[in-house]
């Protein structure tokens, strides 16, 4: 049973924020009820988090009333973080999440495909070569065959190749190439073109537009009393982590979708010829007849007053032979029903973590706020039994009881992120159950079921176990409640550097989840490194306790670079596991459990100078790596940079995009060109060309570009090669540049004064050779050194090149 209402409560990707129970106004019941009425569904395509045009979203949404869905191919996992250190899989959780709260807002749905966010393409071709495109193409087709759209709109425009992103492209001729292989097909199929495509305004006023529909989207909406690109502007800006907060507008503005499949309408209609009413299916004109009554005469004073004809829509829609719009729209019309009555169901964990076979105590609250008859018929927890109940629930009368002794289930997974629960390659994630691959999130890994009778039917509505508590500073705060191992391990450096022979500590730190936990720890390497001792037997009292463990290690005498894990032996388990909470205010606490692992890297490198200047960028982490070559690393508060302040450093480093996210830079640049000209180093490490808070980022002309060189594996040559930055105090040579990860660099400038000197060069395949990836000038006494170089990729992943080079930088002139 629970199986069947899961499947059903994947279709619905929209989530209660942070977790809280969404608790419906009049106005917001109304807008329901319009949209079970309305029989229409839109489908917006594209590749990543940020490319859907939520003006759109937010305009069928609420416009036409039509459910409305984004399908994002990628969770975003290879862009950058504006908000925190997270990367790769665990900045794809923020993005699902923040794509989430963006449709809470717009009223849309959200979808995805296994492709992994491998980082920037250049072109489909090279896309297609990492992803597995006949499995994403499934998934597009998957996406379409359970969302069934009427009405299919392409972000990009799949005839330019080489133009944008090459997963913009590729989602454009993925939604094409799924779209021949329905049997349902859409009606129509759209591009979302717009002056940009075209390259300038004038080129576009220019062109022939008789294969285009133009519309006013801008229009307003009195019940929210707010504009629709107010709504896409509150929507778009839940991107925070990309930094896309976006500034409502009113007014009359133009949309442009060009006609790709089926006939363009004859006005501004676009579900013209399309029946979009109850009259589609059969059995359904009974049904759209009270909903059209309802909607008429809707009592926004006393939305319970309907529930008895709602119920009697809801049992016309049990009946429907078409199964799809049946699940579809009774999972629309049982939560107006719920809005409808003020009926609250809600059960809360004693505990914000649980682990298997434990016991926690759960509490229930029910409560109907209507004069109309319900019953708690009875619950089930995790389909473990149904537990009968059978209390009339009279109107504002809350009912609260406890179950004081529920076990967790030994058959419970872990909590996880679905899709991060398989071992991924480097372009796509591995999701074996079919049945949640396209979906955001598993958004019911803990159902309770209530069955309540209602007006004498009975309806089920399915709670998540959630974890409830008083914060002194947001109030009542709602946490998704998880399920972990009994002792979790994390390694304090992900990654250690062993430049001579000589022993490192390792330190381990272990969680409890539950209290007097037991068991032994060991390090799990490689031959070649010895570890002291082989194990260590840990207990810890408390739950949620913490406790650091330490280890010895040994290196080999010749370069060497391994990863190596923890291995947790309790006397129940037995695993090599770390837990990872991401927590922001703006979304939902994550839990992500990943292998605990580490690298060791025996590494020939000289370091000179010892004292650096870290002014920490966009999620930046670069200085807690270079500690591992011996620096001290002191971090700078932009506020509190001066001439005298940075004249005891060796040299300063500039995080990514510092002159992107620190407005201080706009009058402390001046100062760090002093420090370079007294005879400091100073590296700045990528900005994008995009909000540059002041031009002048160098003491001498330089012209960022969107210019990178997107193949990690592009071969590396030296322009001057007998520049000191190659040859002391480690020598460069292109084995440091082997075993890099997803780009070599991003947003290299592409002019610049004659004082810089260029050192490095390479380019993509069939490009011309770049030459700003790294470049140098002299300026007073010091250097000043730009690099688009990954480095904040790199290091956090043991890159050897990757620290020689950044140690040669640092040691200049030294």
Known sequence: MIKKYLLLLFLSSTISYAQAPKKPNAAEIYEAVQKLNFLGKVLYVAAHPDDENTRLITYFSNHYHAETAYLSLTRGDGGQNLIGPELREKLGAIRTQELLAARNIDGGN????????????????????????????????????????????????????????????????????????????????????????????????????SNLLSFNANVYYPLKGKSN??????????????????????????????????????????????????????????????????????????????????????????????????????????????????????????????????????????????????????????????????????????????????????????????????KPTVGMYQVSNKAIRIYPEEKLQFPVVFSIEIEGHKIDFIKNLVFKKNDPEKGETYIPFSVLPEVTSEIVNKVSIFNTNNPKEIQVKLKSNKANSSGIAK???????????????????????????????????????????????????????????????????????????????????????????????????????LENIGYTITYINPSEISIENLTNYDAIILGIRAFNTIEELKFKNKDLFQYVENGGNLIVQYNTTSGLLTEEVAPYDL?????????????????????????????????????????????????????????????DSGEKQKEGALLIAKHGKGNYIYTGLSFFRELPVGVSGAYRLLANLISLDK
């Not at 008429?296 to 009946?319: C, D, G, M, R, V």
């Not at 592409?750 to 490095?760: D, G």
């Open 110 to 209: 959200q979808f995805f495909t296994r492709a992994n966010d491998f980082g920037y393409s250049k072109e489909p071709n090279e896309t297609f070569s990492i992803w597995n495109k006949e499995q994403v193409l499934e998934d597009v087709i998957q996406v379409m065959e359970t969302f069934q759209p009427d009405i299919v709109i392409n972000r990009f425009n799949h005839r330019t190749p080489g133009t944008t992103h090459g997963h913009h492209t590729a989602s454009a001729m993925l939604s094409l190439e799924a779209y021949e292989k329905l049997n349902n097909k859409p009606s129509r199929v759209f591009f979302n073109t717009s002056w940009w495509f075209y390259g300038s305004e004038k080129a576009f006023e220019r062109a022939d537009k």
């Open 229 to 422: 690109h107010e709504i896409a502007a509150l929507s778009r800006s839940q991107h925070k982590c990309q930094g896309f907060g976006s500034t409502g507008s009113r007014g009359s503005e133009t949309e442009f979708l060009e006609i790709l499949k089926g006939s363009l309408p004859n006005s501004a209609n676009l579900f013209e010829g399309i029946d979009t009413s109850w009259n589609r299916i059969k059995g359904g004109e009974a049904i759209g007849k009270i909903l059209n009554e309802i909607e008429k005469n809707f009592n926004f004073t006393n939305p319970s007053s309907h529930i008895p004809k709602l119920i009697e829509a809801y049992t016309l829609i049990q009946n429907l032979d078409n199964n799809y719009w049946k699940k579809s729209k009774s999972k629309q019309i049982s939560k107006i029903i719920e809005a409808c009555s003020g009926l609250y169901l809600e059960a809360i964990t004693s505990s914000e973590n649980g682990t298997k076979n434990e016991s926690i105590s759960i509490f229930f609250e029910a409560i109907n706020r209507s004069n109309n008859n319900i019953k708690l018929l009875s619950y089930n927890i995790l389909n473990q039994g149904v537990q009968n109940k059978s209390e009339t629930l009279s109107n504002n009368e809350t009912i609260k009881f406890e179950e004081k002794k529920f076990i967790i289930p030994n058959t419970v997974e872990y909590s996880n992120l679905f899709w991060l629960k398989e």
């Open 523 to 625: 390090l799990i390497v490689d031959s070649n490194w010895k570890v002291e001792p082989n194990e260590i037997q840990f207990s810890i009292e408390r739950e949620n306790e913490e406790k650091t463990i330490t280890f010895k290690i040994f290196p080999p005498s010749n370069e060497s670079n391994t990863d190596f894990s923890v291995e947790i032996q309790t006397n129940t388990e037995k695993h090599q596991l770390e837990c990872v909470e991401i927590k922001y205010d703006h979304i939902p606490k994550q839990t992500i459990l990943q292998p605990s692992e580490g690298k060791l890297v025996r590494l020939d490198i000289q370091t000179k100078g010892k004292n650096i200047g870290y002014i920490i960028g966009a999620g930046d982490e670069v200085g807690k790596y």
């Open 703 to 763: 012209k960022i570009s969107r210019d990178r060189v997107t193949n990690e594996n592009a071969k590396v040559s030296f322009v001057n090669p007998k520049h000191p930055v190659l040859n002391t105090p480690n020598k460069i040579t292109s084995k440091d540049f082997e075993n890099w990860v997803q780009e070599q660099g991003l947003y290299y400038p592409s002019k610049w004064n004659r004082a810089f000197t260029p050192i490095l060069s390479s380019a």
